[in-house]
């Protein structure tokens, strides 16, 4: 069942796009902001919502790297591996989420905390390696870089983001 | 040297506001557009030859001359933003730091096609380009560029914010137009173009954030002016960027028709103790050149004359210490992942290619490999599939097979890949 609020920005989504259907990406990321990601049942909400078929709607969700159809973690770590990074260090990076986190990408740590998924460019090439946590972009990344970044996270984002 | 794209752009990364942004001469280029009227605009702009900046280098003027201008239909005007090609930084770079020149030039480009509607199609992960764009049309309707009856004209324009929930098909120009209907980015069969039959059956331009934000200049400037930024015979600046293992990696505007040599100054070379062995000059889906190929001109003629293609004008260099065969196989892993899999050729093809190249970066590849991969190429060329996706998914891949062919071959001979 869709929340009071979230059945809210859902009108409010389709007002914006200007038709229900055009909506559907906007409805799944405003139902995964609530819950994290998109289950069956909250995909067949989402239907409901817009008039589409499930299917329909399964259609666009698997289509776009950013709708989750399955659980994640509380943050989601995005790590750009395509050519900039990768000549630049993609893959010390990636070493290091796994020795910090022991998990790689497609995979969330224990305590639900953080899931690392792989990225294509995030346009920041020129800054590489790059990576996001959750919304939030941080360039050329480094294994000092990235122990003040998954502290920061870690800790409730306080104080000013660790951005070089 | 004039920068009329970036020159207000500031150092500390704060968006130009409505007022900074006017008192620069923003919005000078709508209000010299309204006073022309459409036909006006878009001859400034087919005079101005301005060529599309999002990889393919259409003539903007003439792309707009398609539309049934008159038919007194509902038309629609779009700025691509998805910037996913790897290697790409630069409409990022100008819709963080000067929002309102993307707005101002979906504005006249909608003026010049009659359009009433716009969007803005961003890639979610640029949220900061979001919320300085939100900010942005939130000033142009509170001052009256955007809405009804602009700046008292009879001209009115609705812009909006699209935020796409990620995928590199939709930057493609008909994969976008189905997505902001809700529909998988599958790419659509062409003809019809969207200028004829776009968004929901009307006529719809879709234009590249640095495109659309060159028409402003023109309109203000004129297009003599315009013409004369450029180093060759089509008009403007260009953002030229440079990553890789170079000291300075960056984006910056420069006469279009720069040399690839000129770039890499800028970028400082390459980082210290690596020699240059070769580049993609414009994005992950443009054909290497090799590193003795610098005095190219970086405009659209020379860079195709050179055997490869501007793209995006990003370049991508390789360094002696980089293995070639490990670089192609990135590229191709995000083709692969990325192919939206809707005709045969690519959705079989691209995992095949990474998997030969997988076999040769791991030692466990044989001559062979090398042949098939020639022949993927070949089989995924233009014509072959149902998009221009795959023959750009394989450009690097079969120049990089002429180019470093050696390469290849040691890695079957030694059995490993002689980088490691
Ligand atoms: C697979 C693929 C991805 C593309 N991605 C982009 C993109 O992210 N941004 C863009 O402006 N053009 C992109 N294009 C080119 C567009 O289809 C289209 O040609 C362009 O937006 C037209 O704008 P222009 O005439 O101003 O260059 C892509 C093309 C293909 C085949
Ligand atoms: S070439 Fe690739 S991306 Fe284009 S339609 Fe075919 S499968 Fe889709
Ligand atoms: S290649 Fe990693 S940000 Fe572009």
């Not at chain 1, 909250?42 to 239907?47: G, Y």
């Not at chain 2, 221009?388 to 079969?398: D, I, N, R, S, T």
Request: aromatic content about 6%; charged content about 25%; some cysteine.
């Amino acid at each position: 069942m869709l929340s009071a609020s979230e059945r809210e920005r859902i009108e409010r989504a389709i007002a914006v796009a200007g038709d229900r259907r055009s909506a559907v990406s906007e409805v799944l990321m405003v139902v995964q902001e609530a819950r994290g990601w998109v289950s069956d049942q909250s995909l067949a909400d989402v239907a409901e919502a817009l008039a589409m078929s499930a299917d329909e709607v399964e259609g666009v969700a698997t289509f776009f790297e950013l709708v989750f159809r399955r659980s994640v973690g509380k943050h989601v770590i995005l790590v750009c591996d395509s050519v900039s990074c990768w000549i630049t260090g993609y893959e010390a990076l990636l070493g290091q989420l796994r020795s910090r986190l022991g998990i790689g990408p497609g995979e969330t740590t224990a305590d639900g905390m953080f899931t690392i998924l792989p990225a294509g460019c995030l346009g920041a090439c020129d800054k590489a390696p790059a990576m996001m946590v959750d919304e939030e972009l941080f360039v050329g990344v480094g294994s000092e870089e990235l122990d003040r970044i998954l502290k920061w996270v870690r800790d409730g984002r306080h104080g000013d983001a660790p951005h070089r | 040297m004039a920068t009329p794209l970036t020159a207000r752009i500031r150092s500390d990364g704060v968006a130009v506001d409505l007022a900074s942004y006017e008192a620069s001469g923003g919005y000078q280029g709508l209000r010299a557009a309204l006073a022309m009227g459409s036909a006006g605009v878009r001859e400034a702009v087919t005079q101005a030859k301005l060529r599309g900046r999002g990889g393919a280098g259409f003539n903007t003027g003439l792309k707009w001359s398609f539309v049934p201008i008159e038919d007194g239909a509902q038309h629609y005007v779009v700025a691509n933003a998805d910037e996913k090609e790897p290697g790409t930084m630069k409409d990022r770079l100008l819709m963080e730091g000067d929002p309102h020149s993307l707005i101002e030039g979906l504005a006249i480009t909608a003026l010049a096609i009659k359009a009433s509607v716009g969007f803005i199609f961003l890639r979610r992960e640029y949220s900061k380009c979001a919320l300085a764009l939100e900010r942005a049309l939130g000033e142009a309707r509170a001052k009256g560029y955007l809405g009804e009856a602009i700046l008292g004209s009879d001209f009115s324009l609705e812009i909006h914010l699209h935020l796409s929930a990620g995928r590199y098909m939709c930057g493609e120009e008909t994969g976008l137009l189905n997505a902001l209907e809700g529909k998988r980015a599958t790419p659509r069969s062409k003809p019809p173009f969207p200028q004829v039959s776009g968004l929901w059956g009307k006529p719809t331009i879709v234009n590249n954030v640095e495109t659309l934000v060159n028409v402003p200049v023109i309109l203000r400037d004129g297009s003599e002016a315009f013409k004369a930024l450029s180093l060759t015979g089509d008009g403007g600046t260009k953002l030229y960027g440079v990553s890789g293992r170079v000291r300075n990696p960056g984006v910056w505007e420069l006469p279009l028709g720069t040399s690839a040599r000129e770039i890499m100054e800028r970028a400082g070379g390459m980082a210290e103790g690596l020699s240059l062995r070769g580049f993609i000059p414009g994005g992950a889906s443009t054909d290497f050149l090799g590193g003795d190929k610098l005095d190219v001109k970086m405009d659209f003629d020379s860079v195709a004359q050179a055997g490869s293609r501007l793209g995006t004008g990003t370049m991508v260099v390789l360094d002696d210490r980089t293995c070639p065969v490990g670089m192609v196989l990135s590229l191709e892993r995000f083709f692969a992942r990325e192919s939206c899999g809707w005709c045969t050729p690519c959705r079989e093809g691209l995992p095949w290619v990474v998997r030969c190249l997988e076999a040769l970066e791991s030692g466990s590849g044989e001559m062979g490999d090398i042949e098939t991969l020639e022949e993927l190429s070949r089989r995924l060329s233009p014509g072959s599939t149902f998009c221009a996706f795959a023959p750009g998914a394989v450009e690097p891949l079969q120049s990089a097979l002429k180019l470093f062919r050696s390469d290849f071959e040691d890695h079957v001979r030694k059995g490993a890949c002689p980088w490691k």
